[in-house]
């Protein structure tokens, strides 16, 4: 016998059955925690695409026609001190992950040490790279390699499909397709010849609303194939004046929707690249605006 808390007593066996109840109490909220703990493990990836400072360099100003002018400026301006900036102010908006624009590690800029440093103040930022924005070539893919990046998403560069696929499974370095001209998901597959375990699609969702094209049809219809994203938002079909993820005519909200509905279990790299303002303005919101979606 047991005395109670109320001055009675309990036999042996009420006592072990009250102590088993609390103790599978106790495992049980244990492993609701846990449980919890590993579905924060799960959430996806949200990226900070470093080609939305592709106007940085002139004050914030550019038009999109010279893209090619600012990317050469950026490959210019962007040393070690430049990187830091970058990566602490991504960093004070509350991303974790970036996917980094080629003009931010560019292979005339980059050897193998200087990666390591890029790779450092990364890590001293809290970021994870977790994409590379730009085309496949030979030095592209060591880049990722150095700085442990799993893909390029970007254009071919000249390659066909087989050259492609050659060496992505050379470097074991993955390569996805982003749309920009292409009007539907045909369009965008026979770019790489119908996809394979190294060649996939990257749905930019703006350039979709750009061409006028249904988004979540497009991402439905390469299913399996899509294996990296840039969530952008237009205003409206037939030019690319990018606005806030939910207020263009890009459908994102729906594109978010289509990417569970075919499994997709990748990062989602919020991209703007805006041509009259300063992104990082817009960058909190955004970032809260894709995690309350996904």
């Not at 006592?15 to 799960?42: C, H, M, N, P, W």
């Not at 992950?97 to 080629?102: K, L, P, Q, R």
């Not at 590379?132 to 893919?141: P, Q």
């Not at 509905?261 to 970032?287: H, K, L, M, Q, T």
Request: aromatic share 8%.
């Amino acid at each position: 016998m047991r005395p109670r808390s109320d001055g009675g007593t309990i036999h042996r066996r009420e006592f072990l059955v009250r102590s088993a109840a609390g103790a599978f109490s106790v495992a049980g909220a244990f492993e609701t925690a846990r449980s919890g703990l590993a579905a924060l493990d799960r959430r996806p990836d949200i990226a900070f695409n470093t080609a939305n400072l592709v106007a940085r360099v002139t004050g914030y100003r550019f038009e999109l026609r010279r893209w090619m002018e600012q990317h050469a400026r950026t490959v210019a301006a962007t040393d070690a001190e430049e990187w830091r900036a970058i990566c602490n102010e991504i960093a004070a908006t509350g991303f974790k992950a970036v996917e980094i624009w080629e003009a931010h590690a560019s292979p005339e800029r980059l050897d193998q040490a200087k990666a390591r440093e890029w790779k450092q103040i990364l890590r001293e930022a809290g970021l994870k790279p977790v994409a590379y924005a730009g085309r496949l070539s030979r030095d592209t893919v060591r880049i990722c390699q150095w700085l442990e990046i799993p893909h390029v998403d970007g254009g071919l560069a000249g390659l066909n499909p087989e050259q492609a696929t050659a060496l992505c499974r050379e470097s074991g370095i993955g390569f996805n397709l982003e749309n920009h001209p292409e009007k539907s998901a045909q369009e965008i597959l026979d770019k790489i010849a119908g996809g394979n375990e190294w060649l996939g699609v990257c749905i930019d969702t703006g350039w979709l609303g750009t061409q006028g094209v249904s988004g979540p049809d497009v991402i439905r219809a390469c299913g399996p194939l899509v294996r990296h994203n840039h969530i952008k938002d237009v205003r409206r079909a037939g030019a690319h004046e990018t606005c806030l993820l939910g207020e263009g005519s890009a459908q994102v909200e729906e594109c978010l929707k289509a990417f569970r509905e075919i499994g997709y279990a990748g990062a989602y790299s919020w991209e703007d690249e805006p041509e009259d303002r300063n992104p990082f303005d817009s960058a909190v919101r955004n970032r809260q605006w894709i995690e309350q979606r996904v």
